[in-house]
DNA sequence: TTATTTTTTTAGACAAGTCTAAATATTTTT
DNA sequence: AAAAATATTTAGACTTGTCTAAAAAAATAA
């Protein structure tokens, strides 16, 4: 159907849409695709004679209803893999993004609805990224970030915005993890970190810049 | 590491060569690979500078231990993504081919060996093809065809040679699969078809053909 | 052992995707 | 609004893997 490397670009194209930009300029998604600004011209020309995207010379690109769906589909089968990974075969959160990257290339629908199911229908993947729904419809979590949190609220983690190994990391060294408790104890003002709480046990601080790329949600009064 | 391409050259090579083959013509490589002959002579090339196989211009070429080892690897990941989707996701027999195909390319060690433990260390595939074990044995089973059977013998099904979509539609429709019981009722000589009791019920005759690709062992009298 | 057929290789071309370097637009600064 | 800086595109080249058509080698037949 259509390439890897396809695929790769329409994927960029929508987390750069998700992440609230209409118009995906050249220079962002060569940046996104750890690519030259010159190869993605000539791919985008290819995407926008399929249909997949509509493409303004000099303006930047954005992704047709077509376009969308592919990159949603993608999209879907990286976090299906990723929970896979995590759920099924022990892998930590940290280590399942560059192997999903493969697997969310398999073509087949009827391997995708059996893992799905297998899964057990997951709506959120170990990141606590939504996973997107057979009909296209990607959740908008009711997660917000650390750095909105007030002194004394309880949280959850629910996830993270940075993906990168180095960040998980780092998260797992202090035992944070999804579903961690989080107690706000003080927020600094002169440099915006937060002393907390994890799980009623451990008490530390973590930088403004750490605590802008956790995901939380208020602890659920299951009464 | 090793390209798609490249990996599937020396998986049909491999086959080839456990088929009974010492040295493998261009020719039916390329048959093999569904290609042209002046492609397959192009890669053997590209394999040979690459120590993966040796090569004699007009006389064909033979696996490397290095080319064999990443034939074996391809092999048992290939088998152990059929097993995954059988057992684990409910494929039948026939539809798990195409889609091992895709995955048995992914690169991950930590992925096959956690595979591997949660499937339960199988041996064997859903078609009864042995497994590559981990150190590149291949275990040679006590399989037989079933044109070799003799009158009264009691056989249990373990596996199949022919392994097309439309053979194995043939034998699900006769209710035939891996573990089904066989009595051998009379073989007939005209035509060396065999009339047989499939799982001590159904009656009917299969034709030498048929016979030929099905592999067979006798069953074990667990005491 | 020469002639014919078959197999294999070479030569040259093509498609996908990438790159560097140069040219052209656009935006920002003055 | 012209000059400078930045962003984007074009031109031409390279790699991987494929193909067709023609040439060369090997096997088979006469």
Same mark, same amino acid.
């Given at each position: 159907m259509y390439s890897f490397t396809e695929e790769n670009y329409l994927k960029n194209i929508l987390k750069l849409h998700l992440g609230g930009t209409q118009v995906i %300029?050249?220079?962002?998604? #060569?940046? !996104? @695709?750890?690519?030259? #600004? %010159? !190869?993605?011209? *000539? @791919?985008?020309?290819? $995407?926008?004679?399929?249909? &997949?995207?509509?493409?303004?010379?000099?303006?930047?690109?954005?992704?047709?209803? $077509?376009?969308?769906s592919v990159a949603v589909t993608t999209l879907r089968k990286h976090r299906l893999w990723e929970t896979f990974l995590v759920n099924t075969l022990s892998f930590s959160w940290d280590e399942v993004h560059e192997v999903a990257e493969q697997l969310e290339h398999i073509q087949s629908d009827k391997l995708i609805s059996q893992l799905d199911a297998f899964l057990g229908f997951p709506t959120h993947d170990p990141?606590?990224?939504?996973?997107?729904?057979? *009909?296209?419809?990607?959740?908008t979590s009711a997660f917000f970030t650390l750095d909105k949190a007030k002194s004394q609220n309880q949280l959850i983690v629910c996830g993270v915005l940075n993906h990168t190994t180095d960040f998980l990391k780092y998260l797992s060294k202090y035992g944070i993890q999804i579903? !961690?408790? $989080? %107690?706000?104890?003080?927020?600094? #003002?002169? *440099?915006? %970190?937060? *002393? &907390? &709480?994890?799980?009623?046990?451990?008490q530390f601080n973590l930088s403004n810049e750490v605590v802008k790329n956790i995901l939380v949600q208020f602890i659920k009064q299951v009464a």
């Open positions: %300029s050249t220079n962002v998604l #060569a940046e !996104s @695709m750890h690519t030259k #600004a %010159s !190869s993605v011209t *000539d @791919m985008i020309k290819k $995407l926008a004679v399929k249909k &997949l995207l509509k493409y303004e010379p000099y303006r930047g690109c954005v992704l047709t209803n $077509l376009g969308k990141h606590g990224d939504p996973i997107p729904q057979l *009909d296209g419809k990607i959740a579903g !961690s408790h $989080l %107690s706000i104890l003080q927020i600094n #003002a002169f *440099d915006r %970190s937060i *002393d &907390l &709480l994890l799980n009623e046990k451990q």
